[in-house]
């Protein structure tokens, strides 16, 4: 975890009494400083000897910190405690300063507090959670003011900071390798390759960025030449511009990104760093070398790899300030024009592991072939309970090559409602999104397939207390026939599960579903909240499942699980369709739709979570604590996604 704290310019011999310390919290791309920190604990990070603790005095990247008449300076520090040090000795709290050397605890380091000291307490709230028999961690930036008022001050996040704080906060989530499934990646891909290449634009911008960090040499770079590596030889700079920042930023390649992540992915699935790869891939590719997976790839010529091993947040930063990987990010040796990132963690030791693939073909010359393997992912581990979620599924069988279109008289081939023939469910291929949408426009217009609104919900307000956008419940009259339509767009994220490729390609997914109607009461067909008496297990006939979502549209006779209820597994280790209403009655609650073949056509679960409720289509991906639950159970994922929107219709008889 990452803390920020402020401290004003002062003077150490002096003026002591008057110091204040403050707690910076993040604001959107800003360090505002709301909170003051015992002053004690302030003091001595002042005066720790920055040769021996981790700490900064002058950290770098920051403007001036003038603001109405008062001079602030920011420190940096990172302190470290365990449980014992900081839960079990009240009314004393005691943090390490972390040693330059690594590590905390050393004699010296420490620093108590008294709880009697409100600011003592304020300070624990904002460290990480502790927990019995483990150490955590927190590193700060400290400021120091002559006065006790509260510092109006407002500091841009350093882009590098940003980007690893990112990094750090996407690697807590994880779902199944897209070519080892038995390995973990970022749960949001996308947006975790981002933050990795905006680190490394971020640090390619700064003409000092390895002067500030402590790297030995390639310190400058104004010249043509800079005394570079592990060779000790001046190397030549190929610059983009003769004035800072001297380089273009990097961008991204689809080849290279696949041949990144098939590397991450193969040095977790043997929890070795590695620049080898696997002598057989599928059973006949040979993979060994580098040169022969980029081809394997279809990436650029000119390709360099680097590799490395750490937690989220170090990469490319160990590459960018060490003495033999720096080059591409500086142009050091020739231009680097494109790049590919990858990461994944091997599920059982959790170490990360990462590449990045470079290449100095220009842009222009990118090749157009589409990348060669690696677009699907499925994800096959079960996740344990968890106080009110419901259903998951399992992966059916490959839709047979049948399609959802038009008959020749102009109506849908699947007609909503219709008879399915029982048990059986007559699979189908995914619909484009153009095909899709014309397909619900003509089911929903009241003159032709009929479908009238009850329920339009923005999903972005959920929360304890909901309300629809629109609800025509007392309106619609009879019906025999229900039909949901659940949209999400991960533009902001990833595609995490909805049948995403390596790249995640952000793209719109929607589901139409009808059914005959389980009710003949309008105002139960929406979500369960407590209080309805909306509560509903059962088998549902006739469904017709539309989308652009692979491997759940089709029709035959499904299954509903809508209650607010707390649930329990019913069968297995893993949520799924076959779970049951348990516990509180005003609790986690379920509102899942799930085809014959027992998987999830779409789930909302724990609405009242608000942006940590469980929204998906098709099967769940993600994995926590090594399981996988498919119903979208413990998912807290609703915040992914930048739109989500859920309509209900009915037909009336």
């Known amino acids: 975890m990452i803390v920020f704290v402020a401290a004003s310019l002062l003077n150490l011999n002096s003026a002591q009494a008057q110091t204040t310390y403050w707690l910076g919290r993040i604001d959107n791309t800003d360090y505002v400083f709301d909170s003051q920190l015992p002053q004690g604990f302030g003091d001595s990070i002042a005066k720790a000897d920055a040769n021996t603790f981790k700490v900064n005095k002058n950290p770098k990247g920051f403007d001036s910190l003038n603001a109405s008449g008062t001079a602030y300076s920011l420190v940096e520090a990172s302190v470290t405690s365990d449980w014992t040090m900081f839960e079990s000795r009240l009314p004393k709290r005691a943090v390490s300063i972390a040693l ?12 108590h507090m008294e709880t009697s000291d409100p600011l003592v307490e304020q300070f624990a709230r904002n460290l990480p959670q502790r927990k019995k028999g483990s150490w955590f961690n927190a590193d700060l930036i400290i400021l120091v003011s002559p006065d006790a008022a509260q510092p109006a001050v407002r500091l841009p996040i350093p882009k590098t900071t940003l980007a690893r704080n990112a990094m750090i906060k996407l690697g807590e989530q994880t779902l199944a390798g897209f070519f080892y499934p038995q390995v973990q990646r970022p749960l949001h891909i996308v947006p975790f390759r981002q933050a990795m290449l905006d680190y490394g634009n971020a640090g390619r911008q700064d003409p000092d960025f390895r002067k500030h960090n402590g790297s030995k040499t390639a310190t400058d770079l104004s010249g043509d030449t800079t005394y570079a590596g592990e060779h000790k030889k001046w190397e030549t700079i190929t610059k983009d511009s003769p004035t800072p920042p001297y380089f273009n930023d990097h961008v991204t390649n689809k080849e290279l990104t696949e041949a990144a992540q098939f590397q991450a992915e193969y040095q977790a699935s043997i929890d070795t760093m590695t620049h080898g790869g696997p002598a057989s891939y599928k059973g006949d590719k040979r993979l060994i070398d580098f040169n022969t997976r980029v081809g394997y790839f279809k990436g650029p010529g000119k390709s360099f790899e680097a590799c490395g091993a750490g937690s989220p947040g170090d990469f490319p930063h160990v590459w960018m300030v060490g003495e033999t990987h720096f080059r591409p990010w500086f142009n050091v040796g020739g231009a680097i024009h494109q790049v590919g990132y990858g990461a994944a963690k091997n599920s059982k030791s959790g170490n990360w592991y990462y590449t990045a693939v470079i290449s100095q073909t220009p842009v222009t010359e990118q090749p157009k072939t589409a990348p060669a393997a690696g677009n699907s992912v499925a994800a096959t581990n079960a996740a344990a309970p968890k106080t009110g979620t419901n259903p998951a599924a399992p992966n059916g069988s490959a839709p047979a090559n049948t399609n959802i279109g038009t008959n020749p008289g102009g109506q849908p081939a699947m007609q909503p409602g219709s008879p399915s023939g029982g048990s059986q469910f007559a699979t189908s291929k995914k619909m484009t999104v153009d095909s899709l949408d014309a397909a619900i426009k003509k089911m929903t217009d009241p003159n032709d397939g009929g479908y009238k609104l009850v329920y339009d919900a923005d999903l972005g307000k959920l929360g304890a207390s909901f309300s629809y956008d629109v609800n025509n419940s007392q309106t619609v009259g009879d019906f025999n026939s229900i039909a949901y339509l659940l949209e999400l767009d991960s533009r902001s994220g990833s595609s995490e599960g909805l049948g995403s490729s390596v790249f995640d390609e952000p793209t719109v997914k929607k589901v139409f579903v009808t059914m005959n109607a389980f009710t003949n009461d309008a105002s139960k067909v929406g979500i369960p909240v407590f209080g309805l008496g909306a509560s509903f297990q059962q088998a549902v006939e006739s469904m017709n499942v539309f989308s652009n979502v692979e491997g759940i549209n089709g029709m035959g006779t499904g299954s509903i699980e809508f209650w607010p209820n707390d649930y329990v597994v019913g069968e297995g280790e893993v949520y799924d369709s076959k779970d049951e209403p348990s516990g509180r009655d005003n609790g986690y609650g379920s509102m899942q739709i799930h085809n014959p073949r027992g998987e999830t056509v779409f789930a909302l ?49």
């Open 100 to 111: 330059k050397s690594g590590g905390g605890g050393a004699e010296g380091s420490w620093v």
């Open 605 to 653: 679960n724990g609405w009242s979570g608000g942006p940590k409720a469980d929204i998906g289509i098709g099967n769940s991906a993600i994995t926590k604590e090594g399981k996988t639950h498919k119903d979208w159970t413990f998912a807290d994922n609703a915040d992914s996604y930048s739109t989500k929107r859920l309509r209900i219709y009915v037909r009336s008889r």
